[in-house]
């Protein structure tokens, strides 16, 4: 449908003259019988309304039942209905209101622009609004604000509930082992309890994780879906104070009404009391629990502690990568012959084995010698190496166009091609272009404008570069700072503090490309070589 065309006919005549294709859209968030019934009268209504026009042909039509409006892209008939109207299927598309089409007002927004790009209006039937209407825009933004504001309202009203049952000691959450909810207090399951007791009890007299796991298993016991119940959920249910007869709420908190999306609060923060056993009946005895847990939290730090090394205080950890997949290295610590070896080997080799990845192992002890070298060498030369870069990095930042200039022309592109749709408009109300030339032409011109508007949003999203003088000064001064330095004094805090990240490229058996990117503002990666030895390459 040619919009602008319309828009013009419309000045004379009602949309119930114009020929269109009309489709209607209906969704309902539950499946409860009212709500069948409401989508029912809603297909009724919106048929008969279609078919008594003689000028309108039916287009279909498109219902989600029992799908929440929360997110568009979950709703399968919606999104058909988009690839149809983009394939020009559907000029009009009927709907009862706002909050049936959409419950925020980014995506009322988004969706009715799209559709007006592929030449379809929305008529919002109860909310009197039709997007063929040029000033329908602003009103949709004031219904859709007012429907999204429900959901808050609605949101804040559950967490109202929530707050107030956990305040009343009414026990909230879904299946747990060992119990089931009836009307807000727990009752046993006694197979489940059985098993949840045998969990406590193996666990605390040194059964780990893994055993239980394949224990259960073995014994017929299975998950709620019908698989293993795993070593995590096995720790979860060591960990979870109901089993020992405490009521337990507020653990978690919802941050954003709309993804959902929850936080987990700290257990100083939780209402948490022993219960008289009338809503949480005990299952295990407290001083098993603690048990357990003890031994939960000790193994726990052991495992942190291991040879294979994650612990933050490492020098290389988070610091040094493979070329090959992008994998951290790991540190690998033994002893041959009384003598501690610790090395660096790439943690994908370590979990997929040794024809995952041709690199090889680096000793720690080599590698603090050659950022000891680099940085004494770098420190001897590095006015001559600066003064190298300097015209290198100064003529690549002056490169980069001024963001108000450069803004400034695309605005005015824009206006330009805001301009060349006006003009086709007027040629086609003239008769000089046809409708079909019209859309063609319209419809890239939007996808330019589009195109343009993305780009000015990166720029005045992305942060100017530091001037090349403070860059440069910067690497310079924290380069002098360890001037001297031995490969003893090599520690975690002058690596972090000198360098963002370092890479390993595997050449060959035992020879590889070591490129050191600093750690200074926005400086990016530098290429100049060094060579610290017969078979390294290094670079900064």
Same mark, same amino acid.
């Given at each position: 449908?040619? &919009? ?44 008969? =309304? ?7 042909? %039916? ?18 008939? %919606? ?17 009862? !209101? ?20 592929? /030449? ?5 039937? +109860? ?29 804040? $009203?559950?967490?109202?509930?929530? @707050? ?20 807000? *207090? ?42 293993? &119940? ?42 948490? %009391?022993?219960?008289?056993?009338? $809503? ?6 407290? &001083?098993?629990?603690?048990? @357990? ?20 205080? +490492?020098?290389?950890? /988070?610091?040094?990568?493979? @070329? ?37 192992? =680096? ?13 004494? *060498?770098?420190? !001897? +030369? ?5 003064? !190298?870069?300097? !015209? ?12 108000? +200039? ?9 206006? =330009? ?15 000089? &272009? ?93 290429? %100049? ?12």
């Amino acid at each position: 449908m040619n &919009i602008y065309y319309v828009r013009e006919k419309l000045r004379s005549c009602s949309i119930y003259d114009i020929e269109l294709n009309v489709a209607y859209y209906a969704r309902v968030s539950t499946e409860k019988v009212e709500q069948q019934a409401s989508i029912k009268h809603q297909e009724e209504h919106f048929e008969e =309304l279609i078919h008594s026009n003689n000028r309108w042909k %039916f287009a279909g039509s498109y219902i989600d039942d029992g799908i929440s409006g929360m997110h568009a892209d979950k709703r399968e008939e %919606f999104q058909r209905m988009l690839r149809d109207a983009k394939l020009g299927k559907i000029d009009m598309i009927i709907t009862k !209101e706002i909050s049936r089409f959409a419950r925020n007002t980014l995506d009322s927004i988004q969706y009715t622009r799209e559709l007006l790009s592929y /030449g379809v209006c929305v008529w919002f039937q +109860n909310d009197g609004i039709n997007t063929i209407d040029e000033d329908s825009e602003l009103r949709l933004t004031i219904m859709a604000g007012v429907a999204q504001d429900e959901i808050r309202k609605l949101s804040s $009203r559950i967490k109202f509930g929530h @707050a107030q049952s956990i305040k009343n000691g009414v026990v909230l959450g879904h299946r747990m082992y060992g119990y089931s909810n009836h009307q807000g *207090k727990l009752e046993l399951i006694p197979e489940e309890a059985d098993m949840v007791r045998m969990v406590f009890r193996d666990y605390a007299s040194g059964m780990s994780t893994p055993r239980i796991e394949k224990k259960l298993w073995n014994m017929g016991y299975r998950s709620f879906k019908g698989g293993k &119940i795993s070593r995590d959920v096995i720790k979860n249910i060591i960990r979870n104070p109901k089993y020992k007869g405490y009521y337990c709420g507020g653990k978690v908190k919802i941050v954003d009404m709309f993804t959902k999306k929850q936080e987990f609060l700290p257990q100083s923060e939780w209402v948490m %009391f022993k219960d008289d056993g009338s $809503r949480v009946p005990q299952i295990i005895d407290e &001083i098993t629990w603690e048990k @357990a847990n003890a031994y939960l939290r000790e193994r726990g730090e052991a495992i942190k502690s291991r040879k294979t090394s994650f612990k933050s205080e +490492n020098i290389f950890t /988070g610091k040094l990568f493979c @070329a090959n997949d992008g994998a951290p290295y790991w540190m690998k610590q033994h002893y041959i012959r009384g003598k501690e070896d610790v090395r660096w080997v790439c943690s994908y080799k370590i979990k997929n084995g040794a024809a995952s990845c041709d690199s090889f192992g =680096l000793a720690e002890s080599e590698l603090k010698e050659v950022i000891a070298e680099l940085i004494n *060498k770098s420190s !001897e +030369n590095i006015d001559s190496i600066l003064e !190298e870069y300097f !015209e290198i990095l100064q003529s690549s930042i002056k490169n980069i166009p001024d963001n108000k +200039n450069e803004i400034s022309r695309l605005e005015k592109q824009i206006d =330009l091609l805001k301009q060349k749709r006006e003009k086709i408009l007027e040629y086609n109300l003239d008769g000089k &272009i046809s409708d079909d030339e019209f859309i063609s032409r319209n419809k890239e011109y939007v996808k330019q404008i589009k195109q343009i508007e993305s780009h000015i949003l990166e720029i005045q999203n992305t942060k100017s570069p530091e001037p090349v003088e403070i860059q440069l000064s910067a690497i310079k001064e924290k380069l002098e700072k360890f001037k001297g330095v031995n490969p003893k004094d090599i520690n975690r805090q002058i690596v972090n503090e000198l360098f963002e990240k370092i890479t390993v490229e595997p050449l060959a058996a035992t020879c590889a490309t070591l490129t050191f990117q600093l750690r200074s503002g926005n400086l990016e990666k530098w290429g %100049f070589p060094l060579r610290c030895s017969d078979d390294m390459i290094f670079t900064i």
